[in-house]
Nanobody
Framework: VQLQASGGGLVQTGGSLRLSCAAS????????MGWFRQAPGKEREFVAT????????YYADSVKGRFTISKDAAKNTVDLQMNSLKPDDTAVYYC??????????????????WGQGTLVTVSS
């Protein structure tokens, strides 16, 4: 399955952006689709993920209450609505899929299929 991320850009502090990740096809072995980000000089980190069946969502503490992940099963897409953006949110954002169990959804090592990144820049 190929993943295509889009929607990044430049926004001011407090602004909003919506990222979208489109999968080339539906794969029933995928348990969750998630978003990760990597800021300059930092390791890639978990942002949010959503279960492909039950739709349960999981967030990093740093984005909880500001970001919302959602899915459209018919379109094979997962979106990340980002509100109240801060300069610390500046990063390249990647979408990825996992076949792992729920308990591993925050573990980057469990994600083996990655899309190309999309850059989000939040100016102060």
């Amino acid at each position: 399955v190929q993943l295509q991320a889009s929607g990044g850009g430049l926004v001011q502090t407090g602004g909003s952006l919506r990222l979208s990740c489109a999968a080339s096809r539906r794969t029933y072995s995928i348990n969750a689709m998630g978003w990760f980000r990597q800021a300059p000089g930092k390791e890639r980190e978990f942002v949010a993920t959503i279960g492909t069946r039950g739709g349960h969502t999981y967030y990093a503490d740093s984005v909880k209450g500001r970001f919302t992940i959602s899915k459209d099963a018919a379109k094979n897409t997962v979106d990340l609505q980002m509100n109240s953006l801060k300069p610390d949110d500046t990063a390249v954002y990647y979408c990825a899929t996992t076949n792992g169990p729920t308990s591993t959804y925050r573990d980057i090592k469990m994600y083996h299929n990655w899309g190309q990144g999309t850059l989000v820049t939040v100016s102060s």
